[in-house]
């Protein structure tokens, strides 16, 4: 049974950082697209970033370009998305996913997240002075 269990939310500071993790289980997270997504109060689900399985190929919304970064490390089957200068209009609920297509890419609309099987329950990021 695939499982993910993101971790790493909480309250920080504007011009804060925080690293997000996302473990996940059931198979190996290498072999198939990730991506992070966010969802605010009142908002519409938001694509962070993801990251394609067949070249490593990395795709970020246009809000958080050059602010987050998102990784993968395959030996502990885990993605992390590293958080820099945040803003208090990145408090949201973040949620990891993944794709169960082998071999499978970040496609033109991966921020809608279509392409994801699996969600993480999510963690809150909440950022305020």
């Known amino acids: 049974q695939v499982q993910l269990v993101e971790s790493g939310g909480g309250l920080v500071q504007p011009g804060g950082s925080l690293r997000l993790s996302c473990a996940v289980s059931?198979?190996?997270?290498?072999?198939?697209?990730q991506g992070w997504f966010r969802q605010a109060p009142g908002k519409e689900r938001e694509g962070v970033s993801c990251i394609s399985s067949s070249d490593g190929s990395i795709y970020y919304g246009d809000s958080v370009k050059g602010r987050f970064t998102i990784s993968r490390d395959n030996a502990k089957n885990t993605v992390y998305l590293q958080m820099n200068s945040l803003k208090a209009e990145d408090t949201a609920v973040y949620y990891c996913?993944?794709?169960?297509?082998?071999?499978?890419?970040?496609?033109?609309?991966?921020?809608?997240?279509?392409?994801?099987?699996?969600w993480g329950t999510g963690t809150l990021v909440t950022v305020s002075s």
């Open positions: 996913a993944t794709s169960w297509i082998p071999g499978s890419s970040c496609g033109s609309s991966w921020d809608l997240g279509d392409d994801m099987d699996s």
């Open positions: 059931g198979f190996p997270l290498n072999y198939y697209a």
